[in-house]
């Protein structure tokens, strides 16, 4: 997988100034923009050809009915938010999530739809950004123009084009955190928005540790303190609801549905299509979602701590989503800045490893090439089970991830040997 060219990577953003970062190379940066507005404006053409499927806004339409909620005092939490089953449509965020939710109440008719299409298309945009900029690009006007154009690309990335079908909140808070990741070590506000995301939605939650273990100390407090203020927010204004959220509405999976859900794309969801939900399957889940997350924080504090910044938040997205209790398709948007770092490497490094990854990455993350040839299994999660090879492509996210973290760990420990052989080489000169 092609983590194994990190090596050739750039550091972090915060190790980076303006007079070292570098250019998008003119060749590249056409190219990326051609292929950017053809793929950009098919996708277009598919939404004006099937709103109702392409831009239906679904997830969106709840939101609005939660910030109605709040608005009229009545708890968000007490019952669906459509309908009357349990673990479908109950509102699974936090109170201050809600409070969010409030403007959309004024909403209505094609105001509704551009703002839920052109706000994720430009959060999008906004995340590749923040995420070329961890790369070391510089941030001028050809990156602006380069990131609407990869934006383009990625409306045919599978969990990106899903958020964007349902109006989901997922892109939102992947830009929160890629632009607080991306921010110096040396700002004062580093840490801040992946407070706020985390008192959204408690996965990213992950980031506050990872800030941690890579002794980011001050930001790790400075997002635990925003984290803290969204929670005294939600209290302040909504105490019921916030007392029964945090009480332990917020570790009641149920609420969200099943956990063989076939569209259920994390850990528990692929033990319990496996094993089924009876017996030690919650017990299997709690241990390998411990252990993928010590693993992450351990591959993750490495390539930070060695200038690899991006892939190392990149991991420690996909493991938020692994690890969760219930991952929807859309839930998986850390797919996109992987495929933006994956690109990058395959770009300027050549050769066949890191063009095989992204090859790779693409074709699981890819459901809106599939749909091309087949509307209705448009998904690799989609296809039949054929001589029960189904829990390899059906989990394939999850299989990816683990693939990246074995990748990353051999490329580690290919640079560490060839830093070893180095210093035996220099001390070797010295001698003679």
């Given at each position: 997988?092609?983590?194994?060219?990190?090596?050739?990577?750039?550091?972090?953003?915060?190790?980076?100034?303006?007079?070292?970062?570098?250019?998008?190379?003119?060749?590249?940066?056409?190219?990326?923009?051609?292929?950017?507005?053809?793929?950009?404006?098919?996708?277009?053409?598919?939404?004006?050809g099937?709103?109702?499927?392409?831009?239906?806004?679904?997830?969106?339409?709840?939101?609005?009915?939660?910030?109605?909620?709040?608005?009229?005092?009545?708890?968000?939490?007490?019952?669906?938010?459509?309908?009357?089953?349990?673990?479908?449509?109950?509102?699974?965020y936090?109170?201050?999530?809600?409070?969010?939710?409030?403007?959309?109440?004024?909403?209505?008719?094609?105001?509704?739809?551009?703002?839920?299409?052109?706000?994720?298309?430009?959060?999008?945009?906004?995340?590749?950004?923040?995420?070329?900029?961890?790369?070391g690009?510089?941030?001028?006007?050809?990156?602006?123009?380069?990131?609407?154009?990869?934006?383009?690309?990625?409306?045919?990335?599978?969990?990106?084009?899903?958020?964007?079908?349902f109006?989901?909140?997922?892109?939102?808070?992947?830009?929160?955190?890629?632009?607080?990741?991306?921010?110096?070590?040396?700002?004062?506000?580093k840490?801040v928005?992946?407070?706020?995301?985390?008192?959204?939605?408690?996965?990213?939650?992950?980031?506050?540790?990872?800030?941690?273990?890579?002794?980011?100390?001050?930001?790790?407090?400075?997002?635990?303190?925003?984290?803290?203020?969204?929670?005294?927010?939600?209290?302040?204004?909504?105490?019921?609801?916030?007392?029964?959220?945090?009480?332990?509405?917020f570790?009641?999976?149920?609420?969200?549905?099943?956990?063989?859900?076939?569209?259920?794309?994390?850990?528990?969801?692929?033990?319990?299509?496996?094993?089924?939900?009876?017996?030690?399957?919650?017990?299997?889940?709690?241990?390998?979602?411990?252990?993928?997350?010590?693993?992450?924080?351990?591959?993750?504090?490495?390539?930070?701590?060695?200038?690899?910044?991006?892939?190392?938040?990149?991991?420690?997205?996909?493991?938020?989503?692994?690890?969760?209790?219930?991952?929807?398709?859309?839930?998986?948007?850390?797919?996109?800045?992987?495929?933006?770092?994956?690109?990058?490497?395959?770009?300027?490094?050549?050769g066949?490893?890191?063009?095989?990854?992204?090859?790779?990455?693409?074709?699981?993350?890819?459901?809106?090439?599939?749909?091309?040839?087949?509307?209705?299994?448009g998904?690799?999660?989609?296809?039949?089970?054929?001589?029960?090879?189904?829990?390899?492509?059906?989990n394939?996210?999850?299989?990816?991830?683990?693939?990246?973290?074995?990748?990353?760990?051999?490329?580690?420990?290919?640079?560490?040997e060839?830093?070893?052989?180095?210093?035996?080489?220099?001390?070797?000169?010295?001698?003679?």
């Amino acid at each position: 997988m092609s983590l194994s060219t990190i090596e050739n990577s750039v550091g972090p953003s915060s190790a980076l100034n303006a007079s070292v970062r570098r250019c998008v190379p003119a060749r590249a940066f056409w190219l990326i923009f051609a292929v950017g507005v053809v793929a950009g404006g098919w996708y277009v053409k598919q939404v004006l050809g099937l709103p109702q499927v392409m831009m239906h806004l679904k997830d969106l339409s709840v939101y609005q009915i939660a910030g109605n909620r709040v608005a009229d005092g009545v708890s968000v939490y007490d019952t669906p938010l459509l309908g009357n089953t349990r673990g479908v449509w109950e509102f699974v965020y936090t109170p201050f999530a809600a409070l969010l939710f409030v403007p959309l109440v004024g909403l209505r008719g094609d105001l509704y739809t551009y703002v839920g299409a052109f706000g994720n298309f430009a959060m999008v945009a906004a995340s590749a950004l923040a995420a070329l900029s961890m790369l070391g690009y510089r941030r001028d006007r050809r990156l602006v123009l380069l990131s609407l154009s990869i934006a383009g690309l990625l409306m045919w990335c599978e969990p990106v084009r899903e958020t964007m079908a349902f109006g989901q909140i997922n892109i939102f808070l992947l830009l929160l955190v890629l632009a607080d990741m991306a921010l110096p070590d040396s700002s004062r506000w580093k840490g801040v928005l992946t407070g706020i995301a985390a008192g959204i939605k408690l996965t990213p939650a992950l980031f506050v540790i990872y800030l941690l273990v890579t002794r980011r100390y001050r930001a790790a407090a400075t997002a635990i303190g925003a984290f803290a203020a969204t929670v005294l927010i939600g209290l302040v204004v909504m105490p019921k609801d916030s007392l029964m959220f945090w009480s332990g509405a917020f570790a009641d999976p149920t609420r969200v549905g099943v956990p063989e859900n076939p569209q259920n794309e994390s850990l528990r969801g692929m033990i319990a299509r496996t094993i089924g939900v009876d017996g030690s399957h919650q017990l299997l889940w709690l241990a390998s979602a411990v252990v993928v997350t010590a693993v992450c924080l351990y591959l993750a504090r490495r390539l930070s701590l060695t200038g690899y910044e991006l892939p190392a938040v990149v991991l420690c997205g996909l493991t938020t989503t692994a690890v969760s209790p219930y991952s929807w398709v859309h839930h998986w948007v850390w797919l996109a800045p992987l495929l933006i770092y994956l690109a990058d490497l395959a770009l300027r490094r050549g050769g066949i490893i890191a063009p095989l990854g992204l090859v790779v990455a693409f074709v699981v993350a890819s459901g809106g090439v599939l749909s091309l040839y087949d509307p209705a299994l448009g998904s690799l999660t989609n296809y039949p089970s054929d001589n029960h090879l189904g829990v390899f492509y059906h989990n394939a996210y999850i299989w990816l991830t683990l693939a990246l973290f074995g990748a990353a760990a051999v490329q580690m420990r290919r640079s560490a040997e060839r830093a070893g052989s180095d210093r035996d080489n220099s001390r070797s000169v010295a001698v003679h």
